[in-house]
């Protein structure tokens, strides 16, 4: 907290606060409001007199009632949903056994791998989506859930690995050693001690990889092609965007329930997330 | 039968040979603490017992059994850590029954034996507790029920007391050797802190930079020190020491300096021949120093100034400067000095020691 004179706490911690919020929230704010919003008011120039771009007197539900009526929305809700979870699953197992392994496990060629598997994750999707369409096509799993459940993995195991193999770090050696004198072997220390100990970084990687692979959109785009196979970030992009016209009501109707799953996926773990990206472990 | 005998056992890093060929018989029921400063190599060899460390030669047996091999979950010891290391998401009742558990003991037996060291160790009112609510002497207590609930082989003991403070340490201190002595369990304990050492051991191992420098019970170290390292180690204040030639005149041998001329004892005039001539290292006692009176003889005694006087209660610490070296001597509660005072000092002759210059071993 910023100590002494009233003013001083306006102009250095309220204010900049203030203007932070507005700066952060503001076009979840635009996204309510359109998507209330009837045509007729959306689509006014703004200099005519009745010109009101942050509020409306007269809401509607018609975008909704679009969204889930006239286009496939819930399944691409559920298609999201599904891929999200099940590349998550792998990711964190994969990258929960990796992270330990190379943090606790003196094989020679850890720290070379530990960074290897750094900067397979920095490659950016961009330029991986071309060899990785390539494996889908040959694969014949190109247009289903698969293509984007095996793919997502290239990117969250190196993520996972690297986030738990950070957090493994910070639990003291001695927890494991303990147990081990305590008569577990190596992977009942791990079961017992070491992963009920890691919660929230655990936790952490998983939010995280929960929301990149809800968000993604590039490998989204690209392998998957009829509506009812594809995700929210595609499906509201490409079904609501046609030609270069813009449907904003349903589109920011769209955003807004395609954003709601991680905001509740962020809430409900907030306290843990936080403690798992800045916290360690007291024995 | 659970005695200890490490045998000719050394452990290479990388770059750094960290223990040199240590040897080491611990008789069962025997309590042994190393002790040294940091990097000496003693949690090292204690880490070596325990099978967190691989043996990059020599042998280590557990009841007359090699254990090199062996992973920890087999050796049957109990280690307790300096950061007490008790499992955070347990509470203090599965802390202790962990190991229990692990080596599949009924519910019935491990509640008995959870809840008789619960008693001894007085942490009955904290078993639903998780650690982090407890204190750092209520932690450590934790550690040692954890290791005593499972009745091993061997304790291992690693600086265990070097997070509390000097009170809580003293009294933990007291407990451990009550809970060794009602047990009379094989214990190795490693410290850097010589008091501990003395306090608590029935052999004090001395190691400096991976090789011991003497075995022996707690006064055996501190009355005959086998080299100068000892010497200066066991004992608070420290050993004074000071650079002198031997020179034998008339038949007695003498010690000198610039600032003080000794008489050299005859017990250890006799084995002063080779040294004759020669530089050695005087070595004595603040509490075999004394002010001296007329009674004093010149050549048991030398003068010195008063630099700092620390008054204890039931001594005074003098911190003296003769000559070029610095001096600490304890003297009577009584005795009035003022900083910069000149004084003599007379020395308990029982207590002089002498040391090699070159190779440092006790003459």
Partial sequence: MIEGAVWRRWVFFRLPMAIFLIFLLFPFYWMIITTFRPDGELYIPWYRANYKPFWTWNPTTAHLKYLFGETTFLIWMWNTTFIAVVATAISLFCGVLAGYALSRLNFRGAALLGTTIFITYLVPQTLLFIPLSEIIRTYSLGDTPWSLILSYPTFLIPFCTWLMMGYFKSVPKELEECARIDGAARWQAMLYIIIPVAVPGILSAMIFAFTLSWNEFIYALVFLSSPEQKTVPVGVISELVRGDVFFWGPLMAGALFGSIPVAIAYSFFVEQYVSGVTGSVKG | ?363
Avoid: W
């Fill in chain 2, 1 to 363: 039968m659970s005695n200890v005998t490490i045998r000719q056992v050394h452990k290479h890093y990388a770059d750094f040979h960290a223990v040199k060929g240590v040897s080491l018989e611990i008789k069962d029921k025997e309590f042994v603490v190393l002790v040294g400063p940091s990097g000496c190599g003693k949690t090292t060899t204690l880490r070596m017992v325990a099978g967190l460390e691989t043996i990059s030669e020599g042998d280590i047996m557990i009841g007359n059994k090699i254990v090199n091999e062996l992973p920890p979950m087999d050796r049957d010891i109990a280690m307790v850590f300096q950061n007490y290391a008790l499992y955070p998401h347990m509470t203090v009742y599965d802390n202790m029954a962990f190991g229990l558990k692990m080596r599949k003991f009924d519910k019935a037996e491990i509640a008995r034996r959870v809840n008789n060291a619960a008693d001894i160790l007085d942490i009955k009112d904290h078993l639903t507790r998780k650690p982090r609510m407890l204190s750092g002497g209520q932690r450590q207590r934790v550690a040692l029920g954890r290791a005593i609930v499972r009745n091993p082989k061997v304790f291992l003991f690693d600086e265990p007391l070097s997070n509390l403070d000097a009170k809580l340490r003293v009294q933990m201190r007291v407990e451990i050797k009550k809970l060794h002595q009602r047990l009379a369990t094989t214990s190795i304990y490693v410290t850097h802190d010589q008091v501990e050492a003395m306090t608590l051991g029935d052999r004090v191992v001395v190691m400096k930079d991976g090789l011991i420098q003497q075995v022996g019970e707690p006064l055996e170290l501190y009355n005959n020190p086998a080299n100068r390292y000892v010497a200066g180690f066991i004992g608070s204040p420290a050993m004074n020491f000071a650079d002198t030639m031997i020179e034998e005149v008339g038949g007695a041998v003498y010690a000198t300096n610039p600032t003080m001329r000794i008489r050299v004892p005859e017990q250890i005039a006799a084995r002063m021949g080779p040294h004759k001539g020669k530089p050695a290292t005087l070595g004595i006692r603040p509490e075999d120093l004394h002010m001296a009176s007329g009674a004093d003889p010149e050549d048991l005694s030398f003068e010195a100034v008063v630099e700092v006087a620390e008054q204890l209660g039931a001594e005074i610490i003098l911190d003296l400067k003769a000559g070029g070296s610095a001096m600490v001597a304890s003297v009577e509660p009584t005795v009035k000095v003022k900083p910069q005072q000149k004084i003599r000092l007379g020395i308990n002759p029982a207590g002089l020691r002498f040391f090699d210059a070159t190779t440092e071993a006790a003459i």
